[in-house]
T-cell receptor, first 112, second 110 residues
Framework: DADVTQTPRNRITKTGKRIMLECSQTKGHDRMYWYRQDPGLGLRLIYYSFDVKDINKGEISDGYSVSRQAQAKFSLSLESAIPNQTALYFC???????????FGPGTRLTVT | EDKVVQSPLSLVVHEGDTVTLNCSYEVTNFRSLLWYKQEKKAPTFLFMLTSSGIEKKSGRLSSILDKKELFSILNITATQTGDSAVYLCAGDTNAGKSTFGDGTTLTVKP
């Protein structure tokens, strides 16, 4: 089984709809991250969390919110989706004190 | 604002060639420089560099960091078609978050 899972893997939604992307991990890591990737671009950080009670904004948090329901679960919500939020979204985890991040398979979101 | 710039943006080579990918960074409270390989979907970790001048190697891939000049290079020797991917570098900070570059798309032709 994959260590970092994301659901759904693909989603098409309409402008104005609320949508939630979910991430679960079995690695036992304390840190979790949400990124978006647009074609030809790198990963941009949306939100990150170092433990259940710690939530931090990244460089592009406007229009997004998150919830850390448990150490293993980190959800990303788009309260009112807009077309320029069409992108590939990645969840990642890392262990505090260590450096590399482990990525989920990604969710391809299309907002029409 | 932290910034990571990679060059070239894309590169096409033939099998057996050697390639060098570049990454320059301006990252406040810099801790380490990381390289990832992204094939179809999720990036996978390649190297983490924290000290200047110490080369990290894994098979045909190697990487080195220059903390004075704020850059890193990733070398791939004897390239194979399986090396075709997007290579991402990221500057990691003491705060534990990373800033990624836009990546270099490497295409290796048979």
């Amino acid at each position: 089984d994959a260590d970092v899972t994301q659901t759904p893997r693909n989603r098409i939604t309409k402008t104005g709809k609320r949508i939630m992307l979910e991430c679960s991990q079995t690695k036992g890591h304390d840190r979790m991250y949400w990124y978006r990737q647009d074609p030809g671009l790198g990963l941009r950080l949306i939100y990150y969390s170092f433990d259940v009670k710690d939530i931090n904004k990244g460089e592009i948090s406007d229009g997004y919110s998150v919830s850390r329901q448990a150490q293993a679960k980190f959800s990303l919500s788009l309260e009112s989706a807009i077309p320029n939020q069409t992108a590939l979204y990645f969840c990642a985890t890392s262990q505090g004190g260590l450096y590399e991040q482990y990525f989920g398979p990604g969710t391809r979101l299309t907002v029409t | 604002e932290d910034k990571v710039v990679q060059s070239p943006l894309s590169l096409v080579v033939h099998e057996g060639d050697t390639v060098t990918l570049n990454c320059s960074y301006e990252v406040t409270n810099f801790r380490s420089l990381l390289w990832y390989k992204q094939e179809k979907k999720a990036p996978t970790f390649l190297f983490m560099l924290t000290s200047s001048g110490i080369e990290k190697k894994s098979g045909r891939l190697s990487s080195i960091l220059d903390k004075k000049e704020l850059f890193s290079i990733l070398n791939i020797t004897a390239t194979q078609t399986g090396d075709s991917a997007v290579y991402l570098c990221a500057g990691d900070t003491n705060a534990g978050k990373s800033t990624f570059g836009d990546g270099t798309t490497l295409t290796v032709k048979p």
